[in-house]
């Protein structure tokens, strides 16, 4: 459980709102941020990196991580597709002496906040419609018509849970939404 003085950041949206890109321009302005590698049983998108996007493992080895009970909280996102926060990742951060910013889906978020509560700052980052996030998604241009339509599709259900976190910001304007979001976790953190 947690421990008094090791505080948390949790970034949270539906796929496309841009959590990923306020997540990474708060830890390129803020040293003492850091972020909390994921495991994905997903393949690497694009650039991506092994251990620094996330920790892409099999189905089979996240499984095990779930039977050893190595998990702050994992859920199956998608079919056949689990992600998760590891304790282990979540202890090296505090062991460096810095505050953990975890880039995660919603029911994720809900669970580490309730472990957390008095010591994690969640905020959930709202696209300004479901036709903007449509768009957005549509300009990856990593989705098939099926995974587009079943990610907006969750992104409806997503968006019911919003009241559930610490701050809503809707990310109409990216530097915007990065700036106040950035005015809430200084607020938080005391800076």
């Not at 251990?51 to 089979?60: L, T």
């Not at 409806?156 to 910001?169: A, G």
């Amino acid at each position: 459980m947690a421990q008094a003085a090791h505080k948390l950041i949790i970034i949270t949206a539906p796929s496309g709102a841009g959590k990923t890109s306020i997540t990474r321009y708060l830890l390129e302005k803020y040293p003492l941020l850091s972020f909390s590698v994921s495991a994905a049983t997903r393949t690497p998108r694009g650039k991506e990196q092994d251990g620094i996007d996330y920790h892409f493992i099999s189905e089979e080895a996240f499984k095990a991580h779930i039977a050893a009970d190595d998990f702050l909280e994992y859920e199956m996102v998608y079919e056949g597709k689990y992600y998760g926060t590891l304790k282990a990742e979540m202890n090296r951060i505090w062991a460096l002496s810095k505050i953990p910013m975890l880039d995660i889906d919603v029911k994720g978020a809900m669970k580490v906040q309730q472990q957390y509560s008095n010591n994690c700052l969640s905020i959930f980052i709202k696209p300004p419609s479901i036709e903007a996030l449509k768009s957005r998604l549509e300009n990856r241009g990593t989705e098939t018509p099926e995974s587009l339509e079943m990610r907006l599709n969750k992104a409806s259900f997503e968006l019911s849970f919003q009241e559930n976190f610490n701050c809503i910001i809707t990310n109409d304007n990216l530097l915007e939404a990065c700036i106040e979001t950035e005015t809430v976790i200084k607020d938080f953190l005391g800076w």
